[in-house]
């Protein structure tokens, strides 16, 4: 299932940001679900540094798998959505 995970990931990086910027980004955040914002503070410092969606939602995503937080369906769905409010940050 993680390895799900990150094939959905890599497609969500193939899509390039459109107009990108840090504040765009954190009122998109603003209106997440709890785990989608806790993944999305997680990445942002990554991608702001200019590493992949991918490279940086996958390790927080994972954990939270491991330890039992949420199953491998919803850490999906938090990351997609934690992936497009990260898309307007960078």
Not at 31 to 54: F, H, I, Q, T
Not at 68 to 79: N, W
Request: proline share 7%; charged share 20%.
């Amino acid at each position: 299932m993680i390895a799900l995970l990150a094939v959905y990931l890599v497609l969500l990086v193939a899509t390039p940001p459109v107009l990108a910027d840090r504040a765009a980004g954190n009122r998109c955040a603003d209106a997440l679900p709890p785990k989608a914002k806790s993944l999305y503070d997680k990445a942002l410092n990554d991608v702001l540094a200019g590493n992949s969606l991918e490279d940086a939602l996958t390790p927080p995503a994972r954990w939270v798998v491991i330890t039992g937080a949420i199953s491998a369906a919803d850490a999906r769905v938090a990351a997609a959505a934690a992936a497009e409010c990260l898309k307007q940050a960078r």
